[in-house]
């Protein structure tokens, strides 16, 4: 399999790519930090890709994003897979006193995604085949007051990939929206971990899962869908008196 | 944050942080003082605990692999469970594994630590070729038994307080399959064991799980357990699925007329006085492994574990006294695991030394303490030390006592700027600076 992963460094993207590895893959990543882009692609060499090439790029640098995925698939000729995993949590107290801070969440969460998805897209649309993964969040589903900027973003792209997913279901080409809930990894360090976080191999599994059975939308770890069906049943009325 | 050894006593807030990087364990040791390394927990006690601690989760990536000489290098943070899953499929396994693959190689350098094979092949360090390890002053050097040779072998067994080590190379050893050739001996009491691993001393591996409350003339009754990789067979190891144990269990499940029942049954399930098996790697290495968290079998307060060597000379004596007071107290654990050890090595506070090695567990309880104190006595009058790793509550006369070379390491500590940057609740509690 030929996979192409956008936010390589990120500690789910990591799992999903070791899990990928023993298969004796060819991989090509794309991350900000140079270093651990160096670092990551020895461990998965060694832990079985067969080739592996990779290129720096700042998601938020729109202008390079043409040129970098054109680079990306002429390099594996064909794509298999497409995985995009970057992401900041971000301030929500932050984004609230500065708009500047919540436009740039915006950009890094959504806008960012929704440029790379429009190359991603066309390419994918020519080869008539071929997988796009997008890590999404349950975030994204209902809008909470504790962090309702990152939600917003997170549902622009959820809501995007719907109409790709119906636009691209005619060439062949599958889109499936990945919606984590609590995982424990850099991004949520500070966190206080409770019985529903999970590791980031077990999203990884997930993933996988999802796109061998040719998943449109997956809750990873399975039980956010029965919580969010349940906050999202919540009726506006109460949902705004309750701390959530 | 509240943090916990294994052992899950004693347990106590800290501030804990998860670099991805090198540079950022840089930053880290730069702005906090007594910094506690932090693997994957696996140690009993309080030697991974400390107000700030740096945890090597993320540090967790493979950086190069001989498929010649079997020489790896990866970070700190690996998991020993990461190479077994990796590596056993292309034919190689540890050189040296404790008795769980959830350790990382941080942890296992920190501790020095031993396997089956000891009487053999020595500790996991005398497999190091070289590691790089991050100072108190910010600055990484390299080490290995001719660099900074002082450093080296204060930094194996050195439980972190020496620095951060990042990175390591060391070997594996070749094998042809994962199968085991297990073969179990049934030993009526100590002398029949002793006698019994002498006889099988050129066995790859032995240990031996012995009834700690069996009395008078089954004093000691064991099953020994030796094994062999098999020549031929398949290369495979089964990932996780392991079985949780979800809640701390009622600290009275376990009391001495269920832990009697159990040994009990555990020795008389072997019917014949010798069998042989053939047995999977994750079964033959790490039975433990396969229940999830099975610390919390031992309830809320937690559990201490006991692990002593006594040397050989003398050893058997002291080691049938011990024995008669455990058993007399009625208070020990499960199972408790007795082995032989080969000689011990160069390193300044490696536990290892030519002689008994016994492990056992303690559910944590006043009384538990009281035996406890009186079986340090007995352990230090024999020559013998306490185990860094598995200890929570061993006094600094003891540690002294037992580890002669102390005074040596902290001045090695002292030279390579660690007094003051790097320290432990345990490394406290011991006197060292
Ligand atoms: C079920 C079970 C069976 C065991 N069997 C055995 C056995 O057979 N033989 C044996 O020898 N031991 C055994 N142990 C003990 C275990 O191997 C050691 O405690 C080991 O050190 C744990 O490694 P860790 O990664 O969990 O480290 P931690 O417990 O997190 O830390 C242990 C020590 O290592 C230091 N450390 C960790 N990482 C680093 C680093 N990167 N740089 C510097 N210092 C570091 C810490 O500061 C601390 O002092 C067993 C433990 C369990 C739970
Ligand atoms: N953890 C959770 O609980 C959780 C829950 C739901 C959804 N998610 C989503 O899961 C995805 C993966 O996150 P994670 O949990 O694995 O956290 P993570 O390890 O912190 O990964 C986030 C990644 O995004 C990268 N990134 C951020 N800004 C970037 C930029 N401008 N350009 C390029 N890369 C950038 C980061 O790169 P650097 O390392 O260079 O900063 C990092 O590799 C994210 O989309 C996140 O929103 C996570």
């Known amino acids: ?244 | 944050m509240e943090a916990h050894g294994w052992g899950r006593y004693p347990r106590l807030e800290g501030e804990i942080t998860y670099p991805v990087t090198s540079a950022q364990c840089v930053s880290e040791v730069m702005h906090n003082a007594g910094l506690t390394p932090q693997g994957l927990g696996r140690s009993y006690g309080d030697s991974c605990l400390g107000r700030h601690m740096l945890n090597t989760r993320y540090l967790d990536h493979y950086i190069e692999f001989d498929e010649q000489t079997g020489l790896l290098t990866c970070a700190a943070g690996v998991s020993l469970d990461d190479i077994v899953q990796t590596f056993v499929p292309k034919g190689w396994f540890l050189s040296v594994t404790p008795g769980t693959r959830f350790v990382t190689v941080g942890g296992a350098i920190a501790s020095d630590v031993h396997g089956k094979n000891h009487h053999l092949d020595g500790s996991f360090c005398d497999h190091v070729i070289q590691m790089d390890l991050l100072l108190g002053n910010g600055e990484k050097v390299s080490l290995s038994p001719t660099l900074n040779a002082d450093l080296f072998h204060a930094t194996c067994g050195g439980m972190g307080l020496t620095g951060v080590i990042l990175s390591a190379t060391f070997r594996l050893k070749s094998i042809r399959s994962s199968d085991m050739l297990t073969t179990t001996i049934k030993a009526a009491d100590i002398d029949a064991l002793l006698d019994a691993f002498e006889e099988n001393q050129d066995a790859s591996y032995s240990v031996a799980w012995i009834d700690c409350l069996a009395r008078d003339k089954n004093l000691g009754r064991s099953l020994l357990m030796l094994g062999e990789h098999a020549d031929e067979g398949p290369l495979a190891v089964k990932g996780k699925r392991r079985i949780p144990v979800p809640v701390d269990m009622p600290a009275n499940l376990l009391n001495p007329y269920t832990v009697k029942l159990f040994n009990a049954a555990y020795f008389h399930r072997i019917r014949q006085s010798r069998i042989s098996q053939v047995a999977s790697l994750e079964s033959f290495f790490y039975p433990l492994d396969t229940l999830d968290n099975w610390n919390r079998l031992y309830g809320r307060k937690g559990f201490i574990q006991y692990q002593f060597v006594l040397p050989k000379s003398g050893g058997i004596i002291g080691l049938k006294k011990i024995l008669e007071r455990i058993s007399q107290s009625g208070m020990g654990s499960f199972l408790a695991v007795l082995k032989v050890f080969g000689k011990g090595n160069n390193n300044m506070l490696s536990f290892p030394k030519q002689g008994y090695t016994l492990a056992l567990d303690f559910k944590v309880e006043p009384k538990a303490f009281e035996l406890l104190n009186g079986l340090d006595k007995l352990v230090l009058d024999e020559g013998g030390r306490l185990y860094l790793a598995k200890d929570a509550r061993m006094g600094e006369a003891a540690f002294k006592a037992g580890y002669s070379r102390w005074s040596e390491f902290e001045s090695v500590r002292e030279r390579y700027h660690a007094i003051g940057a790097f320290s432990s609740e345990q490394s406290r509690r011991l006197g060292l600076r």
């Open chain 1, 1 to 244: 399999m030929k996979i192409l992963i956008i936010g390589a460094t990120s500690a789910i993207a990591e799992a999903t790519a070791r899990l990928w590895a023993e298969a004796g893959h060819q991989m090509y990543l794309i991350a900000r930090d140079e270093t651990r882009l160096e670092t990551i692609s020895s461990d998965l060499k060694i832990r079985g890709v067969c080739q592996i090439d990779s290129q720096q790029m700042d998601v938020n640098e729109l202008s390079q994003h043409k040129l970098i995925i054109d680079k990306a698939f002429d390099a594996l000729k064909f794509i298999d897979v497409v995985l995009i995993a970057h992401g900041t949590l971000g301030n929500q107290e932050a984004c609230e006193q500065d708009f500047e801070v919540a436009l740039q969440e915006f950009h890094t969460n959504a806008i960012s995604t929704l440029s790379l998805l429009t190359h991603i897209a066309n390419r994918m649309e020519s080869q008539k085949q071929g997988t796009i993964a997008v890590i999404s969040s349950v975030a994204g589903d209902r809008g909470r007051q504790s962090n309702y900027l990152y939600g917003t973003a997170k549902g622009t792209v959820s809501i995007f990939l719907q109409g790709l997913r119906q636009r691209l279901y005619k060439s062949g080409v599958h889109v499936m929206t990945v919606k984590p809930g609590f995982v424990d990894t850099p991004m949520t360090a500070a966190f206080k971990k409770g019985p529903l976080w999970a590791k980031p191999d077990v999203i990884a599994q997930c993933i996988d899962n999802g796109i061998r059975r040719k998943r449109n939308v997956i809750y990873t770890p399975w039980y956010w869908w029965i919580i969010m069906a349940v906050i999202k049943m919540i009726p506006e009325t109460i949902m705004k008196k309750i701390v959530l």
